[in-house]
C-alpha cells in the first residue's frame, strides 16, 4: 500500500477512536448524572463537585454531533485537498473551534482530540509557515485546555467527578477503559508522526540524489560551454579563412587568366589586350572593394541584406564580360527571401563554383540553375569543362561542403573523364525563421 | 466521488433542516414564556401551616395578569416538604432543569453560590428604575451578598428574640431588670429558677431551652471569620469568655439535657424563639397547641462582657438560575414576590414572617394587631433586633468550620477542659481547614 494511503487510513482509524473515547465519556457523563439523581446523592455531589455541571442531556447530543461534523470536514478536506489551500486552512481553523467546543463539553477532562486535530494539520495543510502556526495554536490548546489548569479559573466540573461517585470496582473498570483508548490513540498518533517522518527522510533522500545529479550534469554543461566557445573560435577562424579565399581567389583567378589572355593577345592585337587589361584592372578593383566590404563584415559581425538573385545576376554577368566563358542563370519556383546566413553561403558557393568552373574545369559553357521548392531549396551547377576521374577536394570544395553542413544541407559533386562537373546542393528551408 | 459529495450534501442538507425545525419550534414556543418557581413546603420551625401555596398562587396570578400582551406562566412543583427540597432541587441543578426563581436554602446559599448557580441580580437591580433597593432591611438585604455580588433578594424575614415564662418568675419573684440584661442577669435567674422543684432528686426545673455558645459569642462583640473567609477573625478573649460563660450555664443544670417538651410544659424560663413561632403560636389558630399554661413575652438577648443585645436573622432568599432562558421575567417575577407591597402583605398574612419590605412593616405597625403581636411588634424592639442582627458569614468552607467549633466547644464544655489551650487546639484545626 502506498505510504500516503497508509497515513490517510491510520488517521481515519485515530477518528474512530477519538469518536469512541468522546461517546464513551460523554455518555457516562450522562448516566452518572442520572444515576446521582436516582440516588438521592445530587446535594453532597454538588459539594463536591465545586463547579456548577453542564446539561447532561445535551453532552452527548452536542459531543457526537461536533465529531460527526469534524468527519464531514475531514473527508471535505480529501477532495479539496489539491485544489484550494485556503479553503483547507479555513476547514482546519473550524477543526480547532469544533475540538475547544468538545473540549469544553466534556469539562476539559479530555484532550487527545487535540492530537487528532494535530494530525490533520500534518497531513492537509501544505504551507509549511501556515502549517506551524496552526500547530502552535494546537499545541497550546492542548497544554492550557486541560481540567486541572483551568479548573482553577474556570467553572467546570471534571469528568473525575462523576467517576467518583462510583464504587472502587466501577471506578477501576471506568478509568481502565479510558486510559486504554486515551493510550491507544496516543500510540496512534505517534505512529503516524512516525510514518509521516518516514515518507519525509525517503523524500529528502531522493530529493538529495537528484540535486547531486544536476550538479554533474551542470559541471557538464560548464564544460560544453567552454569546448562550444573554443569551436566557435574555431569555426569563425574558418570562416576567416574562406572569406579570404574566396574574395581574393575569385579576384586573383579572374586577374590571372585575363593576365594569362593578354599576354599572348599584345603579340596579335595590342589594342585588344590594352582593351583586356583595362578589364582586368576593374576586377583588380572590385576585388579590393569585396575585400574591404568582407573585412567590414567581420568586425561588425553583421551581414549586409543582399538580395541573393539580383547579387547572382550581377557575379553572372561580369563573368560573361570578361571571359570567354558563357554562364547561364535559370530560376525555377517562386524567389523566396531567405536568411542572410543561408543568402550568403549560396552566394559563395555559386561564386566557387564558377571560379573553380574556370579555374580548373576551363569550361566554356556553365550552367546554375536554382530551384525554390516548399521544402528545399535546389542548386545545380554543371560545367563543359575538362572535368576528372577523381575530384581531390580542395580547400574550395571542402568549404562548399562545411558551410552547406551547417545549414543542414547537402552537397554532391559529380565528374568524368570525358569532361563536365557537377555541383548539386540541397538546403532545407527554415520555415520559422522565413518571415523574420 | 461525486456520490460522496451527494452524501455530504444530503448530510449537511438534513443537519440544516433539523436545526431549522428546532428553531421554528422553539420560536413558535418563546410566544408563552414559562418560568418555573421551586419552592417547598413547611418551614424551619416546623410551625404548622395550612396552606403554604396559597400565597405562591395568588402571587402567581396577579403576576400573570400583568403581561396582557404576553403570554407569561408560572410553575411551580407542589409537595416538596422542605427537608426534601435541598436534594430535590440539587437533582434538578445536576440534571440542568433547575427552576428559573427559587427559594434557597440558608445552607445550600454558600455553596450554590460558590459553584456559580445564581445569576448575578446587581444588573438587573442597576437597571431597574422602578426598585428601590434601600426599601429593604439592609440586613436581609445583605444577606443575599455573596463576596459582592448579589446573588438573593428576601421575602420575609424572621428576627430571632427569646421568649420568658412570665409566670414561672412570678412564681420565684423574679424580675428581671432590663437596664442591665447582660449575662450575669441571665445567669443569676438561670441559676435561681433550677431547682428540683418537687423534690424527687432529679432537677424538674431549668434555666434556658435552645440558648447556644454562638447566640452568646455574637452577644459578645465579635465575629468568627474574616467576610471572604481566609481568616479567622475573633478575639481569643471574647471567645474564651463565652466558652466560660457556657460552661456555668451548663454546670447548672447537672448533666441533665434540657428537651423542648420542658418549656412546653412551663418548666423551663428562657427560650429562644423567632418571630414566626412567635407569631404561630400567638394566633387564633395554633394558641391553643402550644404553651398554654403559662403567661409568656419576649426579650431580646442578654449583653455579653463586650457586647449589645445581638441575635441572628433569619430570612427566606429568592434566587434565580444563571442559566434561566427568561431572565427578565424571572427578575420580575423576583421583584414581584420580595417588593410588590401587596404580595408582601400576604408575607405578613399567610407565612408568620416579617415582610423584607420596610414600608410594608411601617404599615403593619400602625394596623391593627392583637395582644400578642402588639407585644412584639414594636418598632423599637424589632428594628433593634433586626438592625443589630447577624447574619452568618458567605462562604462555602463556613459549614465546615462551624462544625468544628461547635464540636470542640461543646467538648470543652461538656467535658470542663482547659478554655485557653482549647482555643488555640480549635483555631490550629480552623486554619488547617482554611489553608487545605
Known amino acids: 500500500m502506498d505510504n500516503k494511503v497508509r497515513v490517510k487510513y491510520l488517521h481515519w482509524f485515530i477518528y474512530v477512536i477519538n469518536l469512541l473515547i468522546i461517546a464513551f465519556l460523554s455518555i457516562n457523563i450522562y448516566r452518572t448524572s442520572y444515576r446521582i439523581c436516582y440516588d438521592f446523592k445530587a ?96 499545541l497550546i490548546s492542548y497544554i492550557l485546555l486541560d481540567y486541572d489548569l483551568l479548573s482553577v479559573n474556570a467553572n467546570i466540573v471534571s469528568f473525575q467527578n462523576y467517576i467518583n461517585y462510583y464504587p472502587e470496582q466501577v471506578r477501576v473498570y471506568l478509568y481502565s477503559i479510558k486510559n486504554i483508548l486515551t493510550s491507544l490513540n496516543e500510540i496512534l498518533f505517534f505512529f503516524l508522526v512516525f510514518l509521516l517522518l518516514q515518507a519525509k527522510i525517503k523524500e529528502n533522500k531522493i530529493y538529495l540524489e537528484l540535486n547531486n ?71 583588380a578593383k572590385k576585388g579590393l572593394v569585396d575585400v574591404r566590404r568582407s573585412v567590414k563584415e567581420l568586425k561588425i559581425d553583421a551581414i549586409e541584406k543582399y538580395e541573393l538573385i539580383p547579387a547572382i545576376e550581377k557575379l553572372i554577368e561580369e563573368r560573361n564580360q570578361f571571359s570567354n566563358t558563357n554562364v547561364t542563370l535559370v530560376i525555377e519556383g517562386e524567389v523566396m527571401r531567405m536568411n542572410a546566413d543561408e543568402e550568403q553561403t549560396i ?80 538546403i532545407p528551408i527554415r520555415w520559422g525563421n522565413a518571415y523574420d | 466521488m461525486k456520490k460522496k459529495v451527494k452524501i455530504g450534501s444530503i448530510i449537511i442538507v438534513v443537519v440544516l433542516a433539523v436545526i ?55 410553575t411551580y412543583r407542589s409537595g416538596t416538604l422542605m427537608d426534601d ?37 446587581r444588573n438587573f437591580i442597576k437597571e431597574d428604575n422602578t426598585f428601590n433597593k434601600d426599601m429593604f432591611y439592609k440586613k436581609a438585604f445583605d444577606t443575599g451578598k455573596y463576596g459582592d455580588k448579589q446573588y438573593g433578594l428576601p421575602m420575609g424575614i424572621a428576627p430571632t428574640f427569646m421568649i420568658v415564662n412570665q409566670t414561672l418568675l412570678d412564681k ?22 433550677t431547682k428540683d422543684s418537687d423534690s424527687d432528686g432529679e432537677i424538674d426545673q431549668f434555666g434556658v431551652y435552645g440558648y447556644e455558645w454562638d447566640d452568646a459569642f455574637y452577644t459578645n462583640g465579635d465575629v468568627l471569620f474574616s467576610d471572604n473567609g481566609l481568616k479567622i477573625a475573633f478575639q481569643n478573649e471574647n471567645l474564651s469568655e463565652t466558652i466560660e460563660f457556657m460552661k456555668r450555664m451548663y454546670v447548672l443544670n447537672k448533666g441533665t439535657v434540657v428537651k423542648e417538651n420542658y418549656f412546653d410544659k412551663g418548666n423551663v424560663a428562657f427560650k429562644t424563639f423567632s418571630l414566626p413561632e412567635y407569631r404561630a403560636y400567638t394566633s387564633d389558630t395554633y394558641r391553643l397547641l402550644r404553651y398554654k399554661n403559662f403567661e409568656w413575652r419576649s426579650i431580646p438577648f442578654p449583653k455579653g462582657i463586650n457586647g449589645e443585645s445581638v441575635s441572628k436573622l433569619d430570612t427566606i432568599q429568592l434566587g434565580m438560575s444563571s442559566r434561566s432562558k427568561h431572565k427578565d421575567v424571572a427578575w420580575e417575577f423576583m421583584k414581584f414576590l420580595t417588593y410588590n407591597t401587596s404580595i408582601q402583605q400576604k408575607v405578613w398574612k399567610d407565612t408568620y414572617m416579617l415582610p423584607a419590605n420596610t414600608e410594608v412593616v411601617e404599615a403593619i405597625y400602625s394596623s391593627n394587631l392583637n395582644k400578642e403581636e402588639k407585644n412584639v411588634l414594636q418598632p423599637e424592639f424589632l428594628n433593634g433586633i433586626i438592625e443589630h442582627a447577624y447574619i452568618d458569614p458567605r462562604f462555602k468552607k463556613y459549614q465546615e468550620l462551624k462544625n468544628i467549633l461547635d464540636q470542640n466547644i461543646f467538648l470543652i464544655i461538656a467535658k470542663d477542659k482547659d478554655v485557653s489551650s482549647g482555643i488555640v487546639a480549635i483555631k490550629r484545626s480552623l486554619r488547617e481547614n482554611i489553608e487545605q
Open chain 1, 43 to 138: 446535594r453532597s455531589f454538588l459539594e463536591s463537585a465545586q463547579y456548577l455541571p453542564l446539561v447532561p442531556s445535551t453532552i452527548p447530543i452536542y459531543t457526537v454531533f461536533l465529531m460527526l461534523v469534524l468527519g464531514i470536514s475531514t473527508v471535505t478536506k480529501n477532495y479539496i485537498n489539491q485544489k484550494n489551500r485556503y479553503i483547507v486552512i479555513a476547514s482546519v481553523v473550524v477543526d480547532i473551534v469544533i475540538c475547544i467546543y468538545i473540549s469544553y463539553y466534556l469539562n476539559y477532562s479530555y484532550k487527545g482530540i487535540f492530537l487528532f486535530l494535530a494530525a490533520t494539520i500534518l497531513l492537509y495543510v501544505q504551507l509549511i509557515d501556515i502549517r506551524i502556526f496552526l500547530l502552535i495554536i494546537t
Open chain 1, 213 to 283: 545529479q544536476l550538479k554533474v550534469a551542470n559541471e557538464k554543461l560548464e564544460n560544453y560551454a567552454k569546448e562550444s566557445e573554443q569551436i566557435a573560435k574555431m569555426k569563425e577562424r574558418n570562416r576567416l579563412a574562406r572569406e579570404i579565399h574566396d574574395i581574393l581567389g575569385h579576384s586573383l583567378t579572374g586577374i590571372a587568366t585575363g593576365l594569362e589572355a593578354s599576354i599572348e593577345l599584345l603579340e596579335v592585337n595590342f589594342e585588344v589586350a590594352k582593351n583586356q587589361l583595362f578589364k582586368i584592372q576593374e576586377i
Open chain 1, 347 to 426: 552566394y559563395r558557393v555559386v561564386q566557387e563554383s564558377v571560379t573553380n568552373a574556370i579555374r580548373h574545369g576551363k569550361a566554356h559553357h556553365i550552367w546554375v540553375k536554382i530551384s525554390f521548392g516548399y521544402y528545399q531549396l535546389d542548386i545545380v551547377i554543371t560545367d563543359d569543362g575538362v572535368g576528372c576521374g577523381e575530384i581531390s577536394k580542395g580547400f574550395g570544395l571542402t568549404h562548399i561542403e562545411e558551410r552547406i553542413k551547417m545549414l543542414n544541407g547537402t552537397v554532391e559533386f559529380n565528374s568524368t573523364t570525358d569532361g563536365g562537373f557537377t555541383t548539386k546542393l540541397l
Open chain 2, 20 to 74: 431549522g425545525v428546532f428553531e421554528f419550534y422553539s420560536y413558535n414556543n418563546n410566544k408563552v414564556v414559562e418560568i418555573e418557581f421551586g419552592v417547598y413546603s413547611g418551614n424551619k420551625w416546623k410551625i404548622p401551616h395550612v396552606d403554604t401555596y396559597k400565597i405562591y398562587d395568588e402571587a402567581i396570578a396577579l403576576f400573570e395578569k400583568q403581561y396582557p400582551h404576553m403570554k407569561v406562566k408560572v
Open chain 2, 85 to 121: 427540597y435541598s436534594e430535590w432541587l440539587a437533582q434538578k441543578i445536576v440534571k440542568g432543569e433547575e427552576p428559573d426563581v427559587f427559594i434557597i436554602l440558608e445552607e445550600d446559599f454558600n455553596t450554590y453560590s460558590a459553584i456559580g448557580l445564581f445569576e448575578d441580580l
Open chain 2, 172 to 193: 420565684e419573684n423574679i424580675e428581671i431588670d432590663k437596664e442591665n440584661w447582660t449575662w450575669d442577669t441571665f445567669y443569676n435567674i438561670c441559676r435561681a429558677v
